[in-house]
């Protein structure tokens, strides 16, 4: 009997070298992919950044927001941006909060303690603030159903235009929301 060898062919290293060229390859994506999430979560960096204000007013209601601030870039307000009758989500990427530690009147109007989304319905010389349950997510997905409370308060003219959307809060508790030469002027005070 004649033994006859049977080689098998051995594998060569170019399977082990695609392999690592593989396992390289998804570091890297990995990589870039998480610096991406990372970059994106700074919001300094966005076009439209991040802003808050937190004032305690002189009738004691401690008033905190959280919002965004567009810029008008030589667009035009209540036409390209915040368009007239349109409902607008008062900011720029995720929705603007606002909150009340303690039950509070908006224009005379009852509204409990707690955290809202702050929405507005722009109008040339009035415009709709829109209180809404809904506090938190990123853009425009309004659904009236979520309204907690609406106020309609008269516009008013600012000394000077103002580039990018600001919101602020005096002691008095009045809230002005200022872009362009736009003033929507909301007043807050304790519920009593």
Same mark, same amino acid.
């Given at each position: 009997m004649v033994r006859k060898e049977i080689t098998i062919p051995q594998i060569t290293n170019k399977s082990t070298i695609m392999k690592s060229k593989l396992?390289?390859?998804?570091?890297?994506?990995?990589?870039?992919?998480?610096?991406?999430?990372?970059?994106?979560?700074?919001?300094?960096?966005?076009?439209?950044?991040?802003?808050?204000v937190?004032?305690?007013?002189?009738?004691?209601?401690?008033?905190?927001?959280?919002?965004?601030?567009p810029s008008l870039k030589g667009r035009q307000l209540g036409v390209d941006l915040a368009k007239f009758g349109e409902v607008w989500r008062t900011g720029a990427n995720e929705i603007t909060s606002i909150a009340?530690?303690?039950?509070?009147?908006?224009?005379?109007?009852?509204? +409990?303690? #707690? =955290?809202?989304? !702050?929405w507005t319905i722009p109008g040339q010389t009035e415009t709709t603030v829109i209180f809404s349950k809904k506090s938190e997510g990123w853009g425009v997905r309004y659904t009236d159903?979520?309204?907690?409370?609406?106020?309609k308060v008269k516009n008013s003219k600012g000394k000077s235009s103002v580039e990018q959307f600001t919101i602020?809060?005096? +002691?008095? #508790? =009045?809230?002005? !929301?200022?872009?362009g030469e736009m003033i929507i002027p909301i007043t807050v005070k304790i519920a009593k």
């Open positions: 396992s390289i390859l998804a570091i890297i994506i990995a990589f870039i992919s998480t610096s991406f999430v990372f970059a994106q979560q700074d919001k300094t960096k966005r076009p439209s950044p991040a802003d808050s937190h004032v305690t007013t002189a009738d004691g209601v401690h008033i905190t927001i959280h919002y965004s601030k009340f530690d303690k039950d509070v009147l908006v224009e005379g109007q009852a509204l +409990p303690k #707690g =955290k809202y989304g !702050l159903q979520d309204d907690q409370l609406r106020v602020s809060v005096d +002691p008095a #508790g =009045k809230i002005n !929301l200022a872009w």
